[in-house]
């Protein structure tokens, strides 16, 4: 699935999470999927313990994490 497919997936809304990004369709923050990954748990593992997503969730939450450092809305580690 193409970056701009995979970042469809992803969903801010006020009333969800407080309008953090979610995958769209569930409650599961972005940076739940971003921490493990971090952690080094396999996209398989992930999906291990949130039955619910796919694999192209994992990704969608590797895109839209791309798209930020892309347009510097990030900030650097201290």
């Known amino acids: 699935m ?3 497919n995979l970042l469809r997936k ?16 569930t409650r599961i923050e972005l940076s739940v999927i971003l ?7 396999r996209p398989e593992e992930i999906i291990e313990h949130y039955p619910i997503l796919k694999l ?4 969608s939450a590797a895109a839209y994490a791309s798209e930020l450092t892309k347009e510097n809305i990030w900030k650097a580690a201290s």
């Open 2 to 4: 193409k970056q701009p």
């Open 56 to 59: 192209d969730d994992i990704r």
């Open 10 to 25: 992803i969903s801010t809304n006020p009333k969800v999470c407080g309008g953090k990004p979610c995958i769209r369709g």
């Open 35 to 41: 921490d493990a990954l971090a952690e080094g748990l």
